[in-house]
Nanobody, 130 residues
Framework: QVDLVESGGGSVQAGGSLTLSCTALLRDVAGITRCMGWFRQAPGNERERVAI????????DYADSVKGRFTVAKDNVENAVSLQMNSLKAEDTATYYCAAGVRTYADLSWRCSADGMKFWGKGTLVTISS
């Protein structure tokens, strides 16, 4: 079992910035947390992928809605991942969840994706006021 602890949520005005952090409290075992990332869920909406990073290769993937504004980064020493969010918009308001898991095989390659996520944090609320 891997516990993911998120921090950094809060309220900010549109155009502002926030940084979310997530730490996995169990040391990586057999690569079960090779992939880490962030998902979000707004009221009435389904959970959606925001950004995922491969903690070994450093490869990252973003939702189109956040490209150029959000940056996901890894800290392998601390078994952690962060999400720097800039130029925030009202539509970014959601509960943000940290996730960790393994790579899956698709399109002739192994990659980190939502399908491989096995562990989830409890979520941290981000509210953007316009």
């Amino acid at each position: 079992q891997v516990d993911l602890v998120e921090s950094g949520g809060g309220s900010v005005q549109a155009g502002g910035s926030l940084t979310l952090s997530c730490t996995a409290l169990l040391r990586d075992v057999a690569g079960i947390t090779r992939c880490m990332g962030w998902f979000r869920q707004a009221p009435g909406n389904e959970r959606e992928r925001v950004a995922i990073i491969d903690r070994v290769s450093g490869a990252s993937d973003y939702a189109d809605s956040v490209k150029g504004r959000f940056t996901v980064a890894k800290d392998n020493v601390e078994n952690a991942v962060s999400l720097q969010m800039n130029s925030l918009k009202a539509e970014d308001t959601a509960t943000y969840y940290c996730a960790a898991g393994v790579r899956t095989y698709a399109d002739l390659s192994w990659r980190c994706s939502a399908d491989g996520m096995k562990f989830w944090g409890k979520g941290t609320l981000v509210t953007i006021s316009s």
